[in-house]
Structures are given as C-alpha cells and as structure tokens.
C-alpha cells in the first residue's frame, strides 16, 4: 500500500481553501499520515485559521508518532537544516 506523508503547507493551504477533498480523492485508498509535528503546527494555527479544524479532524489522516531510530535520526537531520522559531517542525 502506498503511504502519503503531508507537511502542514499542503495540508493548511486546502483547508483554507475549502479543497481538501481534493487530498482525499488523490490519495484514493493509500494511507496518509501527518506527523506529530505537523499535528502541533496545526493546532497553533486553528486560532488564526479555523479551517484548519478541518485537517485535524479529517478522519483520512493519522498522526505518526515518531518511534524508531532511523526515524528520529531522519528527523534529527530534518530539524538541524529546517526547523526555525517553530515552524516547520512537522517535516520529519
């Protein structure tokens, strides 16, 4: 089966559009994960944009918790390039 990671720019841009739908029919039955990272990163931003509900309780995503070595090394490196005053933290 075919997994899809989302980063919250995606995810946030067709929430506020109203086009999430769209995701959802791309990915067809393949999995779609957000990680727990992108979940804070949305979370933060639900104040300011309450569309952005919509992506937390879409029912086709799942949050992935990072547990194993080489996906907190992965991620590790992810965040020593990117991550800056909080944001982008959901690429990992």
């Known amino acids: 089966m ?20 769209v995701l959802r029919t791309v990915i067809a039955d393949s999995r779609a994960l957000i990680p727990e990272g992108v979940q804070a990163e949305l979370l933060r931003g639900v104040e300011a944009q309450p569309l952005l509900q919509d992506v937390l309780g879409a029912t086709w995503l799942t949050v992935h918790r990072l547990e194993n070595a080489d996906e907190l090394a992965s991620y590790a490196s992810f965040a020593a390039r990117l991550v800056e005053g909080g944001r982008n933290q959901g690429g990992g």
Do not use: N
Not at 14 to 20: E, F, S
């Open 2 to 21: 075919t997994t899809f990671v989302f980063d919250t720019g995606p995810l946030s841009h067709m929430a506020i559009v109203g086009r999430l739908d």
